[in-house]
Each structure stands twice: as structure tokens, then as C-alpha cells.
């Protein structure tokens, strides 16, 4: 389900201290039932590599038709991404947090590299030719005792060309990628729910 921004910016989170000129591109609540702990399940998660990750046709064709225009534009070189054309917003951590737990990076299908991972709280961020963008997952409650995950993806466009990137793929991301995505991250989450009932 997408949440308003509120959603994200009323929270106390820490991203908050490192990425304030970022904007809020889209907050969504992820469906993963869990317990106050299992933040770190979802992070492990989201950063296994797994061959079915997401099971929509149209999601693995729009991001084979991303990774070659890509290529084309030269859109993801080595000095694009972050610590060479943006530095990293490892930066800017205050010392709690640069002195804690940094949390697994991603691999694919775009590298993701982490920036800090708290309890509650886990942080990524990813640069090319287009944007700089924070990968946010937040643990919250429920109110009624459960808690689940909170996906939320900030952006910093780089400059006339970003934002024209970003105008042009949103639809794409509403209809194709995020519903699949949705989709796959319920479903992971059930499947080792049921491994772990099991085991």
C-alpha cells in the first residue's frame, strides 16, 4: 500500500540527519507481519540474492530495457556512482552512527550500497548520471501489537537531466516495478515465515 509522505517525514528517524536535501520520492508499507525484532530479517531479505526475486514479466523487462539504455547513455559509470561524482553519505554520519553496524549492501538488480542499519532502521544509497537515491527501510508498529516494514525511496535528481529521468520512468515504477516488487517481498516473507515455522 503507498503511504503519504508524512508517513516518512513525521517519523524521528536518523536519515533524517544525513539526507535532509534529499527528496521524498515514494513511501510504501511493505506487507511483512513481524515482531518488534525482525528488521533484520528484512534487510537479510532484500540483500540475498535470489534468481526469482521478482516474479513479473514486465518487471524483469523494464529493467533489462534500464541496464541497456544505460549502457547506451553511459548513464551508470564507475565515475557516476557514489564516492566519485557524489560523495557518500557515510560522510555525514554522526559518530553513533559510523561507530555501529553498517548492514549488508545490495547487489542486484542495482547495487545498493549500505550506509547504516539500527534496530529499526536501515539505510542504503545508490548514484549514477541521473540522481543519487537512499534506499530507506523503517520497522514500525502496527498499533495493535505487530509491526511490519516501511519502504521508503528518497532522491537528489542531478540536475535538468535527472529530473526529466525521474519524470519519465514514474510511470513505468507505478505500473510495472513497485507492484511486482510488492508482490515478490509479501511473498518471500510468507515462504520463510513458513521455513522458519517449520524449522
Known sequence: MRLPRTAFTSRPWRVHEIADDFRV??????????????????VAQFTERDDDRVDSVVYRALFAVRWKLGRLFRLDRPKSGV????????????????????????????KFHSVFLTHDEWAAEMANSTM???LHLGWVSDGSGGYHGVMTV??????LLGRLYMLG??????????????????????????RDAVG
Request: glycine fraction near 10%.
Open 169 to 194: 520512468i514514474k510511470p513505468f515504477r507505478y505500473v510495472g516495478v513497485y507492484p511486482a516488487l510488492l508482490r515478490s517481498i509479501g511473498r518471500r516473507w510468507r515462504l520463510n515465515a513458513r
Open 132 to 134: 543519487h537515491c537512499v
Open 154 to 159: 528518497l532522491v537528489k535528481p542531478n540536475g
Open 25 to 42: 520520492e515514494d513511501v510504501w508499507a511493505l506487507p511483512t507481519p513481524g515482531g518488534p525484532d525482525d528488521l533484520a530479517r528484512l
Open 83 to 110: 564516492g566519485a561524482r557524489v560523495a557518500t553519505l557515510r560522510d555525514r554520519l554522526p559518530d553513533d552512527l559510523r561507530a555501529g553496524e553498517r548492514g549488508p549492501d545490495i547487489e542486484e538488480p542495482a
